[in-house]
């Protein structure tokens, strides 16, 4: 089995449905390049390659190993360091010798310089055999991109080159054990030196990775002000010149229901000796870059485990004979089936044309740090792009990693008794799927997210918002809508808004009718909250009405995708009723 080549609907993705027109020129400006690349079909002939490498890679190497480092975990915590186990050390030996740890890395360090479109199919692949050997692997790359992103160029030559080589990796360090979703309680010091270094004091908890020997620490400077502006981003390394063992101390690997071949740390600084990142106050700032690819990736991490789940019991099910046929073809189960793999494949269009986004957004905001300028072009591109992946990103997070649970349950049921037997995999792949459902942030802090955002834009301009619902409505719409699919979108773009209109007037609308174009009338407190009960259905009907969007431009490229939106639509559509009549009766 190869994750890739075996793979038609990875293949039509890598090829029709990245925007490589505008990714490709901001790697490769000039052909020839310093790679020897003549021209983009040599490039995407190359990632082709490597993905299929890295897909039969994922399949059997990495897959084998995943039941034996589930059951004896990731390794040991001695003497305040984790010590990998002999299958997690055997995966990174793996990886540094395909030069996985590198794939998105410049070449300058020692990586291979290619778009991060390809780093992301990287880690869906490997969670689609082990998401704790894929969770590892990030923690190698995301590390590396944060000091060379955010710390200056000396420490990010002395750094950088090491993690590409598998003798680095590290870990963000935010949660406390009294500060979870609210990081403005952060209670660990940084107490100024004299010569430049910090001194931190204090504890976090769940660190994934804890003690990869990098660590991105969020701290408050004494005397800084209480709340998120007070937090700065320190760089922490383990082993720090002139002290005599560990700089910082992990004090224990969690034990966990899933992902046993990862570390989860708690961590602790005594006096640990750290550097500040960028300026005081903008640590939260910097930590959301992180946070945001974090996101991203771990909405294909979940797709990766769905991938997973689901072609095991797929598999299962066309080989388990029962009334004389395969049980795969008996009506209630041929149907579930069918409706999980439109769910993944959906899913799959949905992320890959966010990574799509993400990536540009990636390289351009890299640009613009390094350089402190970007063209009116790349401007305009910067602008688009950082939309999209914002508007994206809770939305992926929240869906994937709700399927993932969901339909791991389901392979589950697939396999009947089966499936509740650990000598198959899905037990694993169900209990690792809590793990991409609550890091990161949970469902509902992306419903949240999701809601902010929609509230302000809405308060921006709110007449506009409600008269545009006017302007959109189905029956104008034959101008510009020629295609089946994009008809059949438009009308259930308009039923949702609708609805949603109406809900929103229903929880904001001012008293006083002189405040209906009034934006601050909009957001009385006490109305916001009415609304914030509805988050989690809002950001469902958000996420169905993107996945459609997507599917229909695929349609409108290739006719041969209208069977997936098809199938999507019919799917979705009783959802989409069941969130309208919540809406209604709440």
């Known amino acids: 089995m190869n994750y890739f080549s075996d793979e038609s609907e990875w293949k039509w993705m890598l090829r029709n449905a990245i925007d490589w027109k505008t990714i490709i020129p901001m790697y490769y400006p000039n052909f020839p390049t310093e790679d020897g690349f003549n021209n983009e079909e040599e490039i995407l002939g190359f990632m082709e390659e490597l993905l299929t490498q890295t897909g039969s890679w994922a399949a059997d190497a990495v897959y084998n190993r995943a039941e034996a480092i589930d059951q004896n975990g990731a390794g040991e915590v001695k003497d305040g360091r984790t010590i990998p186990g002999p299958e997690l050390s055997t995966f990174y030996q793996e990886a540094t010798e395909l030069g996985a740890f590198g794939v998105s890395l410049p070449t300058d360090f020692g990586g291979m310089g290619l778009p991060a479109v390809a780093l992301m ?8 055999a082990c998401n704790s050997q894929c969770t590892q692997l990030a923690f190698f790359s995301s590390i590396a991109d944060m000091v060379h992103r955010f710390c200056d160029h000396e420490t990010a030559q002395r750094i950088v080159p090491k993690i590409i080589a598998g003798e680095l990796s590290g870990s963000m360090n935010l949660t406390e054990p009294g500060c979870g979703s609210d990081l403005g309680m952060i209670k660990t010091s940084a107490t100024p030196v004299g010569d ?3 001194k931190l004091n204090g504890s976090k908890i769940f660190i994934t990775n804890g003690g990869g020997g990098v660590g991105f620490v969020l701290a408050r400077i004494k005397g800084a002000p209480e709340g998120l502006p007070g937090l700065s981003l320190f760089l922490c390394e383990q082993d720090e010149k002139g002290i005599e063992g560990p700089n910082f101390i992990v004090a224990k690997n969690e034990h966990k229901m899933g992902m046993h071949g990862s570390f989860t740390c708690e961590v602790v600084y005594e006096n640990s000796i750290a550097r500040l990142i960028g300026e005081e106050g903008q640590g939260f700032k910097y930590m959301l870059h992180l946070m945001n690819e974090a ?8 797709l990766g485990g769905i991938e997973g789940c689901i072609g095991y019991a797929r598999k299962y099910a066309d080989e388990r004979m029962q009334f004389d046929k395969p049980i795969s073809e008996l009506p209630l189960m041929k149907r579930n089936l069918e409706d999980f793999e439109t769910e993944r494949d959906a899913l799959r269009a949905l992320l890959v044309d966010t990574i799509s986004s993400y990536d540009i957004f990636q390289k351009l905001d890299l640009k ?3 350089t402190g300028e970007l063209s009116s072009e790349e401007e305009a591109q910067f602008k688009n792009a950082s939309i999209w992946t914002r508007k994206r990103t809770p939305l992926v997070k929240y869906y994937s990693c709700e399927a993932y649970t969901y339909l791991s349950t389901k392979a589950i049921q697939v ?3 089966y499936g509740f037997m650990e000598e198959y995999p899905m037990s694993r792949y169900h209990r690792d799927s809590f793990g991409p459902l609550l890091y990161e942030g949970t469902s509902q802090i ?15 301009n709110p007449d506009k918002y409600f008269k545009n619902l006017f302007i959109k409505h189905p029956a ?6 020629d295609s089946k699919e994009q008809k059949e979108l438009t009308s259930t773009q308009y039923t949702f808004k609708k609805s949603l209109v109406k809900l929103i007037i229903k929880c904001l609308k001012p008293d006083s009718l002189s405040d209906l174009a009034n934006p601050k009338a909009w957001m009385n407190e006490e109305n916001v909250d009415k609304l914030m009960v509805h988050a989690e259905t809002i950001c469902q009907g958000l996420s169905y009405l993107e996945t459609l969007r997507v599917l ?15 199938r999507y639509m019919r799917l979705v559509t009783p959802r989409l009723t069941a969130i309208y009549n919540d809406w209604d009766i709440r």
Do not use: P
């Open 415 to 417: 396999l009947g008794g």
């Open 368 to 370: 613009k740090k390094m």
């Open 552 to 566: 229909a431009n695929h349609a409108s490229i290739d006719k041969t995708r209208y069977d997936l939106f098809s």
């Open 446 to 460: 992306q419903a949240l997210m999701a809601l902010k955002d929609m509230i302000k834009y809405i308060a921006k």
């Open 476 to 481: 104008f719409s034959w101008v510009s809508a």
């Open 295 to 302: 996101r991203i990736a771990v909405g294909m991490q979940a």
């Open 196 to 198: 430049g270094t910090y």
């Open 121 to 128: 199919v990287l880690l869906e692949q490997l969670s689609r």
